[in-house]
């Protein structure tokens, strides 16, 4: 279920070029023209923030090219307004370049060498620009300030209908639910009308593989499309909604789906109202305004839930729009009735929910895919940071449980062997960087609460959760330096262990120190990683 890829606005810089001079000749002591061209200055000094700033050129006669080092090993610079100009009829000119630089990751200056070439001569003279060290990260904990009990971490169980390849294996779930240690498995509730027999042939296509998951202890959330046809008010799966007037009959549908799979051997731990209420698909789908959720839940969400044990979850929003689930949370017999809230991000950022976790209810992600092919490539680096990137987002703003969409396609968890467009070159069955990165935190974050782990720098995404007997902690290094630093805990250390991905490394062990006051350890970042550690007490 592929939704419209979000478009991503690069910021254009505003570059100033500007050029001045007089006409004529220049004659030397000999009557020869001189041509010569230079810098204004030896070294141009900037901040450790992002910015803009200028160097100048005198010139005569010439033209001329900038250049940097070919290897770009020292080159931080990202644009110039030019990188051509003069004039070789032109005498006694200069011409003002505006250069753009990022922020300095690092504790230490660093400077890039900038050259300036006489097109005619070949005479390279050179300029360097030295940026001031970046403010000296570090970490602060208070394991005092503490916030949700992370549920867990999981994905989209492919339907039997994706086919071929991408149809999810028991081997598949094994390295996700067992290896990775994810926990949470999402599966369609898929329309019938038939559903009061003893066999219920569309709902059992995949009981087999959700119970694979559940037998590494994985949590099943059950999701509608649609409720059946003759419930809705254009008798069609697609679009419309459901009737008031089948409200009861709804809710005994769900309930007997999830006594139906209770009958199969799988419990469903939780089960959704509807799935994205406010997206008018062009597939199965059923449109539903906040006030008809509220009256759904409020006077039916006991008859949901029955005497099954499953959870109730709303409203799985395209968008995480909250004002679908405000309305519930604020009617004391319909919040008695939702146990969590439960959307999607298509469109927009992680936002803390204070309203629901006033209420007691848990907060999860249920469905996202960052689907933007012209940006990136769906199983290169980039793509796994984006997801830490989120995952960590989510954790801040007190998010309990994520659920990334299909678990086994080439933008997945396991390839799918797509052998076309930017996708291809995922072989099936591949694990995906992706699916490395969320086990960082299905590893390491599920089943303790998290606790406060404050950054100084953007770069360095820090969070802390509490188990028993043990302190975790997941870094994201978003720059691209490395980064050594102390990472504190909450009490003194037995012993502590690390692993670390990169876009060369999957989940490998890495070295850490532990201070000889057993309250810290010291790890070293490499550039763009994402590294968890775990300190047992």
């Not at 990775?180 to 498995?185: K, R």
């Not at 996202?368 to 987002?393: P, Q, V």
């Amino acid at each position: 279920m592929m939704k419209p890829a979000r478009i991503i606005l690069a910021a254009a810089f505003a570059l100033m070029f500007t050029a001045c001079g007089k006409g004529g000749e220049d004659e030397g002591t000999d009557n020869t023209p001189t041509s010569y061209c230079r810098f204004g200055a030896q070294s141009v000094d900037v901040g450790n923030q992002s910015g803009q700033s200028i160097f100048t050129i005198e010139w005569s006669r010439a033209k001329w090219t900038i250049s940097t080092d070919p290897d770009g090993q020292t080159n931080f610079i990202t644009a110039f307004s030019a990188t051509k100009g003069g004039n070789s009829g032109l005498t006694e000119s200069y011409t003002q370049i505006t250069f753009t630089y990022p922020a300095n990751p690092g504790t230490t200056s660093r400077t890039q060498t900038v050259y300036l070439t006489n097109d005619a001569t070949g005479n390279k003279v050179s300029l360097a620009v030295v940026q001031a060290a970046g403010a000296p990260m570090g970490l602060t904990l208070d394991a005092n300030t503490r916030y949700q009990t992370v549920t867990g971490f999981g994905g989209m169980l492919n339907p039997t209908w994706t086919a071929g390849d991408a149809v999810l294996t028991d081997a598949n779930i094994e390295v996700l639910y067992n290896q990775l240690g994810y926990n949470l498995i999402r599966m369609m509730i898929y329309p019938t009308e038939s559903y009061t027999g003893s066999t219920v042939s569309v709902w059992d296509r995949d009981v087999a593989i959700a119970k694979k998951a559940k037998s590494y202890g994985a949590q099943v959330l059950a999701s509608p499309w649609t409720p059946p046809s003759s419930m809705k008010d254009n008798n069609s799966n697609i679009g419309g909604h459901l009737s008031e007037s089948k409200y009861a009959t709804y809710a005994t549908y769900l309930n007997t789906f999830v006594t139906y799979m209770a009958g199969k051997g799988l419990t469903v731990d939780v089960v959704s109202v509807q799935n994205e209420p406010d997206w008018n698909a062009s597939y199965d789908g059923c449109l539903w305004s906040g006030a008809q959720l509220l009256k759904f839940v409020k006077e039916q969400g006991a008859t949901v839930k029955g005497t099954t044990g499953v959870k109730l979850l709303a409203s799985e929003s395209l968008n995480f729009t909250q004002s679908y689930t405000d309305p519930i949370l604020n009617d004391a017999t319909a919040a008695a009735n939702l146990d969590i809230c439960g959307g999607h991000l298509y469109g927009k950022a992680p936002q803390d929910y204070p309203l629901a976790r006033t209420k007691g209810k848990e907060v999860w992600m249920t469905e996202h895919l960052e689907n933007e092919e012209s940006t990136r490539i769906w199983d290169k680096w980039d793509g796994a940071m984006w997801l830490a990137d989120e995952l960590h987002a989510c954790m801040d703003k007190n998010f309990t449980g994520y659920i990334y969409w299909y678990l086994k396609r080439y933008y997945g968890m396991i390839g799918d062997n797509t052998t076309t467009g930017s996708s291809a070159g995922i072989a099936h069955n591949q694990v995906t960087k992706r699916a490395y990165v969320m086990a960082h935190y299905a590893k390491y974050a599920t089943g303790r609460q998290r606790i406060k782990l404050t950054s100084t720098s953007t770069n360095l995404l820090a969070t802390a959760y509490l188990g028993t007997n043990d302190m975790t902690v997941v870094l994201i290094n978003k720059s691209a330096g490395t980064i050594a630093i102390p990472v504190p805990s909450s009490r003194d250390i037995v012993s502590a262990t690390a692993i670390e991905t990169t876009a060369s490394v999957s989940m490998q062990n890495k070295s850490v120190t532990i201070s000889s006051d057993k309250r810290s350890v010291d790890v070293s970042l490499l550039p763009s990683s994402i590294v968890s550690i775990k300190f047992t007490y």
